[in-house]
């Protein structure tokens, strides 16, 4: 099974930029439907984006259209999530997630996904 590992949180302030990478092993990354999901402290983990195999379309949470970008470096084994404009609701745990066969109208839900990265904190200052 594909392991994963998310890198790139860190503290930031209201305004700022991150890129979080989430590194595969164990499989080639362009044949998985990759997503990221976030958590914050007390709430539900909710779906932010998701990228489809094969050169598959990009789509993402309303709250994030515009100013996240995910991408893939397939050289690296490698997603991207480029995060700008940061504000404080996007505090949370980001969590890197893989699937092989997802449908379409299932691309947000958490239990399409078998395979999940440790998270990554991201914590976005006033």
């Known amino acids: 099974q594909v392991r994963l590992v998310e890198s790139g949180g860190g503290l930031v302030q209201a305004g700022d930029s991150l890129r979080l990478s989430c590194e595969f092993s164990?499989?080639?990354?362009?044949?998985?439907?990759v997503a990221w999901f976030r958590q914050a402290p007390g709430k539900e983990r909710e779906f932010v984006s998701t990228?489809?195999?094969?050169?598959?379309?990009?789509y993402y949470r309303d709250s994030v259209k515009g100013r996240f970008t995910m991408s893939r470096e397939n050289a690296k084994n490698t997603v991207t999530l480029q995060m700008n404009s940061l504000t404080p609701d996007d505090t949370a745990v980001y969590y890197c997630?893989?699937?092989?066969?997802?449908?379409?109208?299932?691309?947000?839900?958490?239990?399409?996904?078998?395979?999940w990265g440790q998270g990554t904190q991201v914590t976005v200052s006033s």
């Open positions: 997630a893989a699937g092989n066969t997802i449908i379409l109208s299932s691309i947000g839900d958490e239990r399409s996904y078998a395979s």
């Open positions: 164990g499989g080639s990354i362009n044949t998985y439907t």
């Open positions: 990228i489809r195999r094969f050169g598959g379309g990009t």
